[in-house]
């Protein structure tokens, strides 16, 4: 792959952050991959796993000449700097963000894009239970999907450039409007924590979790990620974590009806339907 | 480790029955293992499998000196199939059967075990989303738990009978009575199943399946198995599950307040238990 970027800027180097340098770094595709972070332990341990080539305490110095820049960072954090980012950003900058929750997000950033600004909002669809840049990985967005989500108002140069970059890291690149995005994450990633951890925490007596199987553990994995990060996510997607949380209560008690019916067949047909849609998967 | 067993009789050989043969002869265990079933080609092929020495269309055969029987037929099939076969059991024959859900059961079976028949139900908490005794495994039970359900009327032999023979396999062995077995598995395999169920059944446009990630692959992984057997299973416990999902209701409608209260702290709180719980699983 031929280089796309004299100076990449990652802004926040955590898991994904990290990866993403380590992505672009292992591709060959910036002459330069800087880091910028509050922290300098953390942008120093990053620099040592090779995410990226040096770290920065200073928007500045992390801005000039810098031809892509990728905010890495919480979508409160994202929304608090990304004002000042783009007032300082160069011409022709190409910008886009890894927040998983796009609506307003995508809407602010739009505006703040001025003439010779180009950005896109991105959901790349990979990560783990894991945080921190010592958990990244060159390959993490290898084979995955990515959701760009343009607005009326993005610039077609933006999408396009956007698209290149993920593209580039081996990613499948999907456009969706911000909002149905967020209604689609809600269902196939902030509800399924949601009963994960539902499923946990309604064990009363802990002495119970020693019964669990495979079944349980598997059900349950994602309830082993970061609290303070989903619950930035869930409260920022407030609206369709509530439709699908109303959706579930609907699911639970037509399944009540099933199982009360004491008809075997009943939720056999309904348990079908999910094998066969489970085995699309 | 030495033979316990002159002749096992295993009823049933599919994915539970085959794995109980395998595990009974690759530790030598008894002298001979005897399958029973209701299809020939089913018995040849568990004899190929090594999964039997033996297969047989009659019942009669099958118990003529066997010291061990163990039902790994469904529920609904060892129900009705029990009365003969005890009532046709040698003496000093331990018996026990493998189905997921005890309550009724248990009673029944006990209930038909004369003064020198030693009858005990067990919970061997193993498995797989998948079926049939091709899908067999020698160490199926090894480092697995079983659960042993006595009730008052169970003898003391049979218990440690039943006790020997999970051990002997690799098992650790916990005793708990069937009413109290049949809450703990509606909460920790029941519920996990319908959740997972749930959550993929409730994603209206299929298209979306292709927007999942490792997430919602792991949490929906249960649903990929038998919806028939599942079926009996939820109905024949259908007051634990009830029970279940009406917990699970509560807790839905709890945390749509935390989601509703816009307040990322109180979701967090939720979140950090599920995890703290996780992590001891």
Redesign the interface.
């Known amino acids: 792959m031929s280089q796309l970027y004299k100076k990449a800027t990652i802004v926040g180097v955590g898991l994904m952050g990290g990866s993403l340098g380590m992505a672009l770094k292992g591709h060959g595709l910036a002459e330069e991959v800087v880091g910028w972070g509050r922290n300098k332990d953390r942008l120093a341990a990053a620099r040592e796993l090779g995410a990226i080539d040096r770290g920065t305490l200073d928007m500045g110095g992390a801005l000039s000449g810098a031809d892509l820049l990728v905010f890495a960072t919480p979508i409160g954090v994202t929304s608090r700097i990304a004002p000042e980012w783009f007032a300082a950003a160069p011409p022709d900058c190409v910008i886009t963000d890894m927040v998983s929750v796009k609506g307003r997000l995508v809407d602010n950033l739009t505006g703040l894009a001025g003439p010779r600004i180009y950005y896109a909002g991105s959901h790349p669809?990979?990560?783990?239970e894991e945080t921190g840049v010592g958990a990244g990985r060159a390959d993490l967005f290898e084979g995955?999907?990515c959701?760009i989500t343009p607005v009326p108002k993005t610039k077609k140069r933006a999408i396009g450039e956007v698209q290149k970059l993920w593209q580039a890291l081996g990613m499948r690149v999907i456009s969706i409007a911000p909002t149905r995005h967020d209604q689609?994450?809600a269902?196939?990633?902030h509800?399924?924590?949601?009963?994960?951890?539902?499923?946990?925490?309604?064990?009363g007596d802990?002495k119970?979790?020693?019964?669990?199987?495979?079944?349980?553990?598997?059900?349950?994995?994602?309830?082993?990620?970061s609290?303070?990060m989903?619950?930035?996510i869930?409260?920022e997607n407030?609206k369709s974590?509530?439709e699908?949380?109303?959706?579930?209560?609907e699911?639970?008690?037509l399944?009540?009806q099933h199982?009360?019916s004491?008809?075997?067949?009943r939720?056999?047909?309904?348990?079908?339907?999910?094998?066969r849609?489970?085995?699309?998967?």
């Not at 924590?193 to 925490?201: K, Q, R, T, Y």
């Not at 849609?277 to 998967?281: A, E, I, S, T």
Request: glycine share 6%; charged share 20%.
């Open positions: 669809l990979c990560g783990s995955k999907l959701l689609v994450v269902a196939v990633s509800l399924p924590l949601i009963l994960a951890s539902a499923l946990i925490n309604q064990i802990e119970l979790l020693r019964f669990s199987g495979t079944g349980l553990l598997d059900a349950t994995r994602i309830a082993g990620s609290p303070a989903w619950a930035e869930i409260t407030k974590v509530l699908e949380i109303d959706r579930t209560l699911t639970l008690m399944v009540k199982v009360k004491g008809d075997p067949a939720i056999k047909t309904w348990l079908q339907q999910a094998r849609r489970r085995r699309k998967m």
